[in-house]
């Protein structure tokens, strides 16, 4: 079940959920979400002056940015 990004807070622990990430991710990323979707969240990103992302920190030390209903609890 997605929740809204801002149910969540800074630091909160998150999972990636690939059935709802897009194609816009490199097969790198994907394979990483795979092995391990757990992640930090960092902070928020607007996305298209609309929306809201989430900066997250993955497994590997990386940030990468999601789109807030690509995001689940941990």
Known sequence: MSIAATDFK?????RVDLDRVR?????????LLKKE????LLDFK????????VIVELSNGSKSWFFDDEI???
Do not use: Q, W
């Open 10 to 14: 800074v630091g909160s622990n998150v």
């Open 37 to 40: 979707p757990r992640c930090k």
């Open 23 to 31: 194609d816009r991710i490199p097969n790198s990323l994907k394979e």
């Open 72 to 74: 689940v609890r941990a």
């Open 46 to 53: 607007m996305t298209d002056g609309r929306g809201v992302g």
